[in-house]
């Protein structure tokens, strides 16, 4: 092939790609300019529990297309110097991780139909540290951890999320990494941290299922005996962390090592959200105008739909309607091993404690909701000034864990702090 004719292939392709991207554009736009109408109509039917829906809608609609968007540009990266038959142009890090997060998207929204299909964006349950898979093996392990503790603090994100999310606005080391609660912690304390990547689309029953099974294999395999385990969860990871423990088997060894759970902004009792969700589809049911919404809306996954009671286990789902909005029902529990669990609880409003945070909590689950499960005596910290998202990497809360684990603390820069 002359080069030439490469450039004029490359020239094709990046001109297909410009043309994709003004569809895309366009397509953005018309589908803003019906839902307006739409949710306008939703809002003088149902009033303000409309509200939080929207906004959602405009977030998932904005990163949809921007998905899109960059879903083109990944493609343009890796099909110019496929054309000219250039070697060389791999994406770069920061595409890599973008399009690691698009693929996180697609999962938590659609990931429990995922499941079966052979693609890379459907990926299992993975234990993961410095960008890739650790093979839960004596030999994987030891590479990945030459400095192995004997006490472990697993790390499990939440709702359409990696563990790249722990490093959200991280500082960075004296060697550059970004620093997230786990490597703060392995350097100011005895603990090896270990992340876990999953597909947040699932049932969390079944994610709860899969960490237990990890967990086991990672106790027996681990380079030096295991002391102590602690089980940290974000959001949906919290839900996750529960469900594992309460379908370990009485006498499981992992989770005989289980001495702390900790979780950070977690919907034991429902997220905001998704309840709006479930009362915005079936109005929207009612109207023919709007039925083709709220089947949109019904298509979210049963991963989302489990946040709408904290579902923990199979019995909580089985034989109910996810989408039957009458449903409120609530349950107790209690785990078989003695653990202690501690509830972080961010709250929007600077002063934790102030009366009109309440319902707001961290702007994605009530204060009420976050405070741990009924039926278990739960310590809980109420975090100011902290939202959802915040609860992921900051320095209030990783002082509150700090703290549980007997690590130094970080200084504040404001005594208020």
């Given amino acids: 092939m002359t080069a030439k004719t490469k450039s004029g292939t490359t020239s094709r392709a990046e001109t297909a790609g410009e043309d994709a991207r003004g569809f895309v554009a366009g397509l953005r736009d018309a589908h803003g300019s019906a839902t307006t109408k739409i949710f306008g109509r939703a809002r003088s039917l149902l009033g303000p529990v409309v509200t939080p829906v929207e906004l959602a809608h405009d977030v998932v609609l904005s990163g949809t297309y921007s998905s899109l968007g960059l879903a083109l540009d990944v493609t343009g990266v890796v099909a110019r110097p496929a054309a000219g038959f ?22 938590g929204l659609t990931g429990d139909r995922l499941v079966d299909v052979d693609l890379p964006i459907s990926y299992p349950m993975t234990l993961r540290r410095s960008g890739y898979d650790v093979p ?11 400095d192995a503790s004997s006490n472990l603090v697993v790390f499990v994100h939440g709702f359409v999320g990696t563990e790249q999310m722990w490093k959200r606005r991280a500082s960075r080391d004296d060697e550059g990494r970004r620093l997230s609660y786990g490597r703060r912690l392995e350097s100011l304390g005895d603990w090896s941290a270990v992340w876990v990547r999953y597909n ?10 899969d960490l237990g099974r990890m ?18 969860g974000h959001s949906m990871g919290g839900l996750v962390v529960h ?4 379908q370990a088997a009485p006498d499981a060894p992992w989770a005989g090592l289980v001495t702390d759970t900790v979780s950070l902004g977690t919907p034991y009792h429902g997220a905001l959200l998704e309840k709006s969700v479930n009362v915005v589809a079936k109005e929207f049911d009612n109207h023919r105008a709007t039925r083709w919404a709220g089947g949109v809306l019904r ?5 989302i739909k489990d946040l709408r009671h904290g579902n923990l286990v199979e019995a909580d789902w089985k034989g109910f309607d996810p989408d039957d909005p009458e449903d409120h029902r609530a349950r107790d529990r209690k785990h078989l091993h003695p653990i202690r669990h501690l509830a972080v609880v961010g709250m929007i409003a600077p002063q934790p404690h102030a009366w009109w945070g309440r319902p707001l909590g961290d702007g994605m689950v009530s204060r009420s909701s976050a405070a741990g499960l009924e039926g278990e005596t739960w310590d809980t910290a109420y975090v100011g000034g902290v939202n959802h998202m915040d609860l992921l990497n900051h320095p209030k809360v990783y002082n509150v864990l700090a703290e549980r684990l007997g690590v130094e603390q970080l200084p504040l820069r404001h005594p208020g702090d």
């Fill in 200 to 209: 947040t689309g699932q049932r969390v029953s079944t994610n709860g299922r």
């Fill in 86 to 107: 250039v070697a060389g142009q791999v994406p770069s890090r920061v595409v890599k991780r973008r399009a690691t997060s698009v693929a996180a998207f697609v999962q």
């Fill in 136 to 146: 839960i093996t004596k030999a994987g392990l030891s590479n990945a951890y030459p």
């Fill in 215 to 232: 967990l086991a294999r990672l106790v027996a395999r681990w380079p030096v005996p295991v002391d102590r385990v602690v089980l940290v």
């Fill in 243 to 246: 469900s594992a423990l309460l």
């Fill in 299 to 303: 298509f979210r996954s049963q991963g």
